[in-house]
């Protein structure tokens, strides 16, 4: 008997499995509450993490430990991080790849659920042209430039990669 009380003692003590502040509380003291039930959210402010989707034909450029840099919403200046984990398979409605970014907080500046975008520079051999999305023009379908050659106006049918719409480019 005093084995069985010993387990139950036991089994009636919450220990959280990190260090950390919380967050949300999802039970109130005297609540009866069963097994596996959330009693509390906790959040390790000192190392967050970023959660995010790319695309299938781009995510075989990306490996662990490559740096990203990332713009969190409400925050002035960019904090960089790197490639946590990559899921090992495509998620079946959108087709992308869910990636874990790690980013350090050590002051504690940033707080958990702020919306973020991140950014891989990645290596090109290729040298590209880039330019404004205002410099294009289209017609009949087919995309244009107009340069200057020679001291004239000229128009330069062109073919585009890819677009940045929200850069503009």
Do not use: C, F
Not at 18 to 28: L, P, Q
Not at 73 to 85: N, P, Y
Not at 102 to 121: D, F, I
Request: charge should be positive; proline fraction near 5%; aromatic fraction near 2%.
């Amino acid at each position: 008997q005093l084995d069985t009380v010993r387990v139950a003692s036991r089994d009636t003590r919450i220990v959280a499995p990190i260090s950390g502040i919380v967050s949300k509380r999802h039970a109130v003291a005297g609540e009866k509450v069963s097994a596996e039930q959330t009693v509390v959210t906790i959040v390790d402010l000192a190392r967050l993490e970023l959660a995010g989707a790319v695309g299938t034909h781009e995510v075989s450029q990306l490996a662990p430990g490559v740096p990203v840099k990332v713009r969190v919403e409400g925050v002035d200046q960019q904090v960089s991080g790197k490639i946590a984990r990559i899921a090992p398979a495509a998620e079946a409605g959108t087709r992308s790849i869910g990636v874990t970014i790690e980013l350090p907080n050590p002051k504690e500046s940033l707080r958990a659920g702020q919306y973020a975008l991140a950014r891989v520079t990645l290596p090109d051999d290729s040298d590209r042209l880039t330019l404004p999305l205002a410099a294009v023009g289209k017609t009949s379908g087919q995309d244009h430039v107009w340069v200057i050659e020679g001291g004239a106006l000229a128009r330069r049918m062109v073919t585009l990669g890819r677009r940045n719409e929200r850069e503009g480019r």
